[in-house]
C-alpha cells in the first residue's frame, strides 16, 4: 500500500495524546496523584492540542473534506466510522476534564470514562485496518497490539518529559521509576515489532494469479496490465520504493522507534536528564511516522496481482 | 437472497480477442452519463492517467509448445456480498436490492479510499478530479432507459464487444442466458478465497483442452 501521511500523522498524533491521557487517568482514578495546575495548564492542553492536530491531518486524507461530518452515519457496519465518533468523544471528555480539574476534584467516573473512549478509539483505529481480511499483514490481532502499545510508549515518554520540565512534585513515584516503565513499555513494542516482521516475511498469499484470474494451466503471467500511464490501482496500492530504501527505513525504525529510546531511558533510570528524555521522546517520534509509513508499505493487498505489468 | 434479481456480467474467454472496444465504449457512455464525467490527466502528455470502469488486460499460460494467450476484461464484479460497501463511513457505497448493482452516490462520497482498500480486485478507482470514487455500474442508466430501443438497453461494453464475449443477465433466473452459460460451461468467480461471491463470472477457455485432446489423438 502507498503510505498516506495523513494517516502517519494522525495515527501517531492521535496514539501519543492517548497513551498521555491513559496514564494520568489511570494515575488520578483513586483520587488526586498529580497536581491540579500541572493537569490543567500542560497534559490536558498538550493533550487536546496533540489531538486536534491529529484530528486536522486526518481531513488532509479526505478528496471531500467538506462532507466530513457524513462519516459518522455508518457506526452500524464501518469501524471507520466508529472512529469518527471515537476521536471528538475523547476530545470532549479531554474538556469535561479540564473544567473538573479547574473547578475542583475530577470524579471517578470522569476519569474511567475518559479512559474507556481511549481505548475505544484505539480499537477502532486498529480495526480499520484488522478488519480488510484479505490484506494479511493487517489482518491480526498484533495490529491492535501493536497501535496501543505504541501509543503507550510515546505517551509514556511524553508524560515524563512534561512531569520532568514541570518539575512536578505531586508524584509519589520517581523519574527512575517512569523511565523504567518506559523502557519496558519499548521493549515489549520492540519484541512485538519484531514478531511482526518475522510473521510478514512468514506469510503465504492466500490468493495467486490462478485464483485472480481462474486461468487454467500452469506459469501463469502478465503480459499486460490494459494500460501504459498508471492508474489509481498503481499509485494506490504500491509504496514504488526499492528493497534497499525498505531496509534502511526498517534499520531506521529500530534505531529510532526502539533502541535509541531505550538506551537513553537506561541511563535516565539511574541518573534522571531533561536532555536525554527529550531527545528520546523527539527520536521515539520520528522513529514512530517511520513505522508507521512502514505499516502501510508492507501491507500487500491482492489488487496488485492484476498490475504486474506494462506493455 | 436468491430470490432477488442479481443483475451481472458473465465474460466469456474463450472469445474475447483483447481488442479493448468495451474499454472505450464505457469510457465514452460513462463520462456523459449519469456516472460522469470520468476524467483524464495528462491526456496529451507522455503518462496519461484516467479514471475507467472496465479494463481489458492480457495474461499467458503454460510453456512451449503448450502455451496460451487470455485476454482478460476486468470491472466490477458486483459481489453478493460486497466487501467494499460495509466499510464505507457515510453509506455512498451501496448495494441495490431491486437488482443487486454496487453503486457509489457521489454527493455523499469524501473520498477517503477505504472502500478501495476493501476491495480485493481493486475494481474502484478514485476520479482523480472529482475526487470521489467511482466504479462500474452496469450502465443503470442504460438498461432501465425509457428512451433507448429495447435492444440497446444493456450495458455499452456488451454492445460493443464484436464477439459477445460478454453476456448480460440475472444470474439469480437460472432460465436467463447468463446463469445457462455459467451452468452449463463452467462459469467461476475470481478470488473464491474470499468469500465476496461475485455476481460477475468468467468462462474458461475449452480450447487448451481440445488441443491436447487433439495432440493425444494422434
Given amino acids: ?311 | 437472497m436468491s430470490t432477488n434479481k442479481q443483475l451481472a456480467l458473465v465474460i466469456d474467454l474463450n472469445v474475447c480477442v483483447g481488442c479493448h472496444a468495451c474499454v472505450t465504449s464505457c469510457k465514452e457512455w460513462n463520462t456523459s452519463g449519469s456516472a460522469g464525467p470520468l476524467t483524464d490527466l495528462n491526456a496529451y502528455g507522455a503518462n496519461p492517467s484516467g479514471t475507467f470502469f472496465n479494463r481489458v488486460q492480457t495474461y499467458e499460460a503454460g510453456s512451449f509448445p503448450n502455451t496460451q494467450t487470455v485476454h482478460f476484461p476486468k470491472s466490477c464484479l458486483h459481489c453478493e456480498e460486497p466487501p467494499c460497501v460495509p466499510v464505507c463511513p457515510t453509506g455512498a457505497s451501496y448495494k441495490r436490492k431491486e437488482d443487486g448493482i454496487v453503486l457509489v452516490d457521489y454527493d455523499k462520497c469524501i473520498g477517503c479510499s477505504y472502500c478501495s482498500w476493501a476491495c480485493p480486485y481493486g475494481a474502484r478507482e478514485l476520479d482523480e478530479e472529482r475526487q470521489v470514487m467511482t466504479k462500474c455500474t452496469l450502465c443503470v442508466d442504460r438498461i432501465y432507459s425509457e428512451t433507448l430501443p429495447e435492444s440497446e438497453r444493456k450495458p455499452a461494453c456488451v454492445l460493443a464487444c464484436p464477439t459477445s464475449a460478454r453476456i448480460f443477465g440475472d444470474v439469480h433466473d437460472p432460465e436467463s442466458e447468463a446463469s445457462k452459460a455459467i451452468s452449463e460451461r463452467g462459469g467461476y468467480a475470481l478470488m473464491p478465497e474470499w468469500e465476496t461471491q461475485p455476481a460477475n463470472h468468467y468462462l474458461p477457455r475449452s480450447i487448451m483442452e481440445t488441443i491436447d485432446a487433439a495432440r493425444n489423438d494422434k
Fill in chain 1, 1 to 311: 500500500m502507498r503510505p498516506q501521511f495523513s494517516i502517519i500523522f494522525f495515527t501517531t498524533l492521535a496514539g501519543m495524546a492517548q497513551g498521555l491521557l491513559f496514564f494520568v487517568a489511570l494515575l488520578n482514578i483513586e483520587g488526586p496523584v498529580l497536581s491540579a495546575p500541572f493537569l490543567s495548564m500542560l497534559v490536558l492542553p498538550v493533550s487536546f492540542t496533540l489531538l486536534t492536530l491529529s484530528l486536522v491531518a486526518s481531513f488532509f486524507h479526505l478528496g471531500h473534506p467538506e462532507r466530513a461530518w457524513r462519516a459518522a452515519m455508518m457506526w452500524r457496519t464501518s469501524w471507520l466510522s466508529r472512529e469518527v465518533i471515537a476521536l471528538p468523544a475523547v476530545m470532549t471528555l479531554t474538556v469535561i476534564t479540564f473544567f473538573f480539574v479547574i473547578t475542583g476534584i475530577v470524579p471517578a467516573l470522569v476519569w474511567a470514562a475518559l479512559l474507556i473512549s481511549i481505548l475505544a478509539l484505539w480499537i477502532c483505529t486498529a480495526k480499520i485496518y484488522q478488519c480488510i481480511r484479505f490484506i494479511q499483514e493487517w489482518s491480526h490481532p498484533s495490529t491492535l497490539s501493536n497501535f496501543t502499545l505504541l501509543g503507550l510508549s510515546s505517551g509514556g515518554l511524553l508524560l515524563e518529559f512534561l512531569l520532568m520540565i514541570w518539575n512536578e512534585p505531586g508524584a509519589p513515584f520517581g523519574i527512575s521509576l517512569i523511565s523504567g516503565v518506559n523502557f519496558l513499555l519499548l521493549f515489549l513494542a520492540l519484541n512485538l515489532k519484531l514478531w511482526i516482521w518475522r510473521r510478514n516475511q512468514t506469510l503465504k498469499p492466500k490468493s495467486n494469479l490462478a485464483s485472480a484470474t481462474g486461468i487454467k494451466g500452469s506459469n501463469i503471467r502478465q503480459t499486460s496490465m490494459g494500460f501504459m500511464g498508471g492508474s489509481f490501482n498503481t499509485r494506490e496500492f504500491f509504496h514504488h520504493q526499492t528493497d534497499r530504501v525498505i531496509s534502511n527505513i526498517r534499520k531506521i525504525i529500530l534505531l529510532m522507534t526502539y533502541v535509541g529510546p531505550m538506551i537513553l531511558l537506561a541511563f535516565s533510570m539511574n541518573s534522571p536528564n531533561i536532555t536525554q528524555i527529550a531527545i528520546a521522546l523527539l527520536m521515539h517520534y520520528i522513529g514512530l511516522l517511520a513505522e508507521r509509513w512502514m505499516f502501510f508499505a508492507e501491507a500487500n493487498h491482492p489488487q496488485n496481482l492484476y498490475y504486474q505489468r506494462v506493455s
